[in-house]
């Protein structure tokens, strides 16, 4: 079944202790992407990537990092979260750039207490 | 600048009709899209338009593109309650995605 896997679904953690939240796709996707979605503010774009090895920041890309090692995976790296961050994740794919449908994880809730 | 509205909450009865709307900025959007999002779920494409299309209906969608007014909507025929979900309107500018805020759709029995 061709998706997008994200890991964990639900991470509560603490100030400053680094984490990472995991994203897989099965379809070969180039283009890949992280969001953030907040009450009131829709989907924020924090990093995308369009081929291995390239990645690009988005609208909010401030306390983040990415890489894009592979095709198919694309991590996203809190190295010290803070409670402002607190936030559902979602990450994305599709075949060729950013004006191509997305498609979605299930995301990511985490807290940061 | 690049922006998308849309009110945050629609409630409607099973049966009738569901009216969403969006505005956009920026006239040089190439696709708008629709995109449905149900509880713990990510966003699911539901339909897209390009942009020098007034129109495009799919089963019991219809989108509807007004360029001059840069107003989007989405309207579901014979709304059922497996249709509660928040709905975003997103376009499609020089590559890049801007997503609006959702509206929450409730559809009541």
């Known amino acids: 079944e061709a998706q997008v896997t994200q890991n964990p679904r639900y991470l509560i953690t603490v100030t400053g202790k680094k984490l990472t939240v995991t994203c897989s796709q099965n379809m070969n996707h180039e283009y890949m992407s992280w969001y953030r979605q907040d009450p009131g503010l829709g989907l924020r774009q924090i990093y995308y990537?369009?081929?291995?090895?390239?990645?690009d920041k988005g609208d909010v890309p401030e306390g983040y990092k990415v890489s894009r090692k592979e095709k198919r995976n694309f991590p996203l790296i809190l190295e010290s979260p803070s409670p402002n961050q607190t936030s559902l994740y979602f990450c994305?794919?599709?075949?060729?750039?950013?004006?191509?449908?997305?498609?979605f994880g299930n995301g990511t809730r985490l807290t940061v207490t | 600048g690049e922006d998308v509205e849309q009110s945050l909450f629609l409630s409607v009865r099973e049966g009738d009709s569901s009216v969403i709307n969006c505005t956009y900025t920026d006239s040089s959007s190439t696709y708008l899209y629709w995109y449905k999002q149900e509880p713990g779920a990510g966003l699911q494409l539901l339909t897209y338009i390009f942009s020098n299309m007034d129109m495009k209906q799919d089963q019991r969608l219809t989108v509807l593109l007004n360029k001059k007014d840069k107003h989007l909507s989405l309207r579901i025929a014979d709304t059922q309650t497996g249709d509660s979900a928040i709905y975003f309107c997103?376009?499609?500018?020089?590559?890049?995605?801007?997503f609006g805020q959702g509206t929450e759709l409730s559809v009541k029995p």
């Open positions: 994305a794919s599709s075949l060729r750039d950013r004006a191509s449908p997305l498609h």
């Open positions: 997103a376009e499609s500018i020089g590559g890049k995605l801007i």
């Open positions: 990537s369009m081929n291995v090895e390239v990645t």
